[in-house]
């Protein structure tokens, strides 16, 4: 299993970008795929999740209502559309397969240990 993230990159405030998590063929058929940040300082923090069996989807309170996850099984990427973005999402962003089909989430929480294979971040910066 391989995951690579891209698609990072500056933008003002209010603008968008879309990340792309590119996985090894059959990925997204069996791990769940998640979303992270990290910036400098701070702990990583779970964004998003999307399972492999029925699609079913977690949004972390700091991005719901701005940002779309999706997965094209097809393409074997999972995406992350950001809209509305602000200087507070600036960031090194991964995608991680969690260690079966559904995302683990504890209180409200991605749990970040459960995740396993991490692709390389890619850095999004908001600022004007």
């Known amino acids: 299993v391989q995951l690579q993230a891209s698609g990072g990159g500056s933008v003002q405030p209010g603008g968008s970008l879309r990340l792309s998590c590119a996985a090894s063929?059959?990925?997204?058929?069996?791990?769940?795929i998640g979303w992270f940040r990290q910036a400098p300082g701070k702990e990583r923090e779970g964004l998003s999740c999307?399972?492999?069996?029925?699609?079913?989807?977690y949004y972390a309170d700091s991005v719901k209502g701005r940002f779309t996850i999706s997965a094209d099984k097809d393409e074997h990427t999972v995406y992350l559309q950001m809209n509305g973005l602000k200087p507070e999402d600036t960031a090194v962003y991964y995608c991680?397969?969690?260690?079966?089909?559904?995302?683990?989430?504890?209180?409200?929480?991605?749990?970040?240990?459960?995740?396993?294979?991490w692709g390389q971040g890619t850095q999004v910066t908001v600022s004007s």
């Open positions: 991680a397969t969690d260690n079966g089909p559904l995302c683990t989430v504890i209180q409200d929480n991605l749990q970040i240990p459960d995740f396993g294979i």
């Open positions: 999307i399972s492999s069996t029925d699609g079913t989807i």
């Open positions: 063929k059959f990925t997204l058929d069996y791990y769940a």
